[in-house]
């Protein structure tokens, strides 16, 4: 029996060891570290990959989200309505860009409730800012992101952190809103060697001011216009992503898609539900979310016995956070909806391996652990 981890950067490592070498020296015999050419060039390649204008690689996911909403000009107290059920970073983007966090339940994927989401905004008219997430991979209802755009006139920056090669209905996440915002933390599906993240915008003027926001405010050298910040994507991450990752990753995402396949069809435990998909999504399965229906520890310390180890994501709501209970955010956020279904989710979640370098073999052992579960 072989151990099974949620990520195999080992095996990854052997796959694109010499692109990264390649990637390595060609930085270092260029002089420049910070924002030159490989910067350049991989923000055109991911936006040509995305299907959006224009990219910004900047310094990690967060800044991606933040620098998103004071590209479209956030003012200090505006209220940002968000999902409770992220990473803390899309929450803390808000805070850090002067935005009032306003939570709205999910559906039973995980997601925003969209429906949920209109009859905040029709009964709250302060609201134009919208931080939907992507979460898991699975795509939201782009359609109807779309629709309600249109009929509220928001400013939507889309959370693609866990979502890069996903679609709605043929779309790809973060194509609706103003600004998508996505992450390169190592277990993103396009991950690189260390932090990094992109936004990306169909809009001239917000790249400019997202670009000026990167790099110290500066609109020329040394000429500070922008209250800005130190988030720039090194050249070297820039390359690595560039040559090495990018290119991989339709092979990657497809490889996951397969083992995804397999778990819905095989998984056949009484207590073991997939959180379903959205309307039209194609998911990228940057997770693959169970409901465990009853004793989520015993699960996991069954699976664990087996030589499966997964993860919980996540196990406690963002506005049960410590800094929302007795921190300085404690009055600084807003609960328009309840949360139960996104509280159910925390209670019952947990996250099987997905990865591209998962053998048949061990999908196969995964699948075993679950359905032979005895509590």
């Known amino acids: 029996m072989q151990s099974i981890l949620p990520n195999n950067f080992g095996l990854q490592w052997d796959a694109i060891r010499e692109s990264v070498i390649d990637a390595t020296e060609r930085v270092g015999r260029s002089g420049r570290l910070i924002l030159g050419t490989e910067v350049e060039s991989f923000e055109r390649e991911l936006s040509n990959y995305w299907g959006i204008s224009f990219a910004v690689g900047c310094a990690n996911g967060l800044d991606a989200i933040e620098i998103g909403l004071r590209s479209l000009e956030i003012k200090?107290?505006?209220?940002?309505?968000?999902?409770?059920?992220?990473?803390?970073?899309?929450?803390?983007?808000?805070?850090?860009?002067?935005?009032?966090p306003v939570f709205c339940d999910t559906d039973l994927s995980g997601l925003i409730d969209l429906e949920l989401v209109e009859d905040v905004l029709e009964s709250d008219p302060e609201i134009k800012f919208l931080v939907p997430v992507h979460l898991f991979g699975h795509a939201l209802d782009l359609r109807e992101l779309d629709r309600l755009n249109k009929q509220f006139e928001l400013k939507i920056v889309e959370d693609c952190a866990q979502s890069i090669g996903s679609r709605?209905?043929?779309?790809?996440?973060?194509s609706i809103g103003h600004v998508a915002a996505t992450s390169f933390y190592p277990t993103k599906n396009l991950g690189c060697y260390g932090d990094g993240g992109a936004l990306l915008t169909n809009g001239e003027l917000i790249s400019e001011r997202a670009r000026s926001i990167r790099d110290y405010g500066q609109t020329e050298k040394y000429l500070h216009s922008l209250?800005?910040?130190?988030?720039?994507?090194?050249e070297l991450q820039a390359a690595i992503l560039r040559t090495a990752l990018l290119p991989r990753l339709d092979l990657w995402t497809q490889k996951r898609r397969s083992i995804a396949n397999r778990y819905l069809k095989?998984?056949?435990?009484?207590?073991?539900?997939?959180?379903?998909?959205?309307?039209?999504?194609?998911?990228?399965w940057h997770l693959f979310p169970i409901r465990v229906l009853s004793d989520r520890n015993s699960f996991q310390v069954w699976l664990s016995k087996?030589?499966?180890?997964?993860?919980?994501?996540?196990?406690?709501?963002?506005n049960e956070q410590p800094i929302f209970k007795n921190g300085i955010a404690s009055n600084q956020y807003e609960i328009k909806t309840s949360l139960v279904q996104a509280k159910l989710i925390t209670q019952q979640e947990v996250s099987l391996p997905i990865h591209p370098f998962l053998t048949d073999s061990e999908v196969s052992q995964v699948i075993e652990?679950?359905?032979?579960?005895?509590r």
């Open 266 to 284: 095989e998984l056949s435990h009484p207590e073991i539900v997939a959180l379903p998909l959205p309307e039209g999504s194609d998911s990228c």
């Open 306 to 318: 087996k030589g499966v180890y997964t993860g919980i994501h996540y196990p406690t709501l963002i």
């Open 227 to 234: 209250m800005g910040l130190n988030s720039r994507l090194d």
């Open 369 to 374: 652990a679950c359905n032979s579960w005895r």
């Open 168 to 174: 709605s209905f043929g779309k790809p996440t973060g």
């Open 76 to 100: 200090p107290g505006q209220k940002v309505l968000t999902t409770p059920l992220s990473a803390f970073a899309t929450t803390l983007a808000i805070f850090r860009s002067g935005g009032v």
